[in-house]
T-cell receptor, first 114, second 113 residues
Framework: NAGVTQTPKFRVLKTGQSMTLLCAQDMNHEYMYWYRQDPGMGLRLIHY???????AKGEVPDGYNVSRLKKQNFLLGLESAAPSQTSVYFC?????????????FGPGTRLTVT | GDSVTQMEGPVTLSEEAFLTINCTYT??????LFWYVQYPGEGLQLLLKATKADDKGSNKGFEATYRKETTSFHLEKGSVQVSDSAVYFC????????????FGRGTSLIVHP
């Protein structure tokens, strides 16, 4: 049981390049989330999904797109990277209904845009 | 809307000192309450939780009691270790039909030998 995994762990991009971050979970969770974490800013929600084929915007969605084609995977795309997107990105998942709704986090992807 | 307020950090302590990290919240109803911990270079992980008023969550020597009257969930540990150095987040699950949890800004704890 790997929990939540993220690929890649590190990446350096040049301004204007594109990339996709992959999040995978093996817990059969319905809900998945993408956050970014910057010094002094806490966690900020980018996008989230409450089920396969559904996505919704969070607090800071501009410059990012997401897709949830399979229940276990949640992809975060940067179409044209900007230095302001330098951050650590975390994916999280949780059960949809029932339980106490704690989130399970991945180990993070550290992205630098030059 | 829901909100979580944590004390500002960093909190710097010597090994074996007593730790308190304050957390107060505003929420609809009486949701579960969580403390997450983030060790350097890692993702967040659940440290402890409480599901109803007066519940005490505990794990790894840390404790927090769900205080409905004061809307607080302060984190305490009687004797911290260097290995407790991390960032601690107080959090609420989604309430009132929302799908979005609420996290505090995080409190950094640094423990010196």
């Amino acid at each position: 049981n790997a929990g939540v995994t993220q690929t890649p762990k590190f990446r350096v991009l040049k301004t204007g390049q594109s990339m996709t971050l992959l999040c995978a979970q093996d817990m059969n969770h319905e809900y998945m989330y993408w956050y970014r974490q910057d010094p002094g800013m806490g966690l900020r929600l980018i996008h989230y999904s409450v089920g396969e084929g559904t996505t919704a915007k969070g607090e800071v969605p501009d410059g990012y797109n997401v897709s949830r084609l399979k229940k276990q995977n949640f992809l975060l795309g940067l179409e044209s990277a900007a230095p302001s997107q330098t951050s650590v990105y975390f994916c999280a998942s949780r059960v949809g209904t029932g339980g106490t709704y704690e989130q399970y986090f991945g180990p993070g992807t550290r992205l630098t845009v030059t | 809307g829901d909100s979580v307020t944590q004390m500002e950090g960093p909190v710097t302590l010597s090994e074996e000192a007593f730790l308190t990290i304050n957390c107060t919240y505003t929420a609809t109803g009486y949701p579960s309450l969580f403390w997450y911990v983030q060790y350097p270079g890692e993702g967040l992980q659940l440290l402890l939780k409480a599901t109803k008023a007066d519940d005490k969550g505990s794990n790894k020597g840390f404790e927090a009691t769900y205080r409905k009257e004061t809307t607080s969930f302060h984190l305490e540990k009687g004797s911290v270790q260097v290995s407790d150095s991390a960032v601690y987040f107080c959090a609420l699950p989604p309430t009132g039909g929302s799908y979005i949890p609420t996290f505090g800004r995080g409190t950094s704890l640094i423990v010196h030998p």
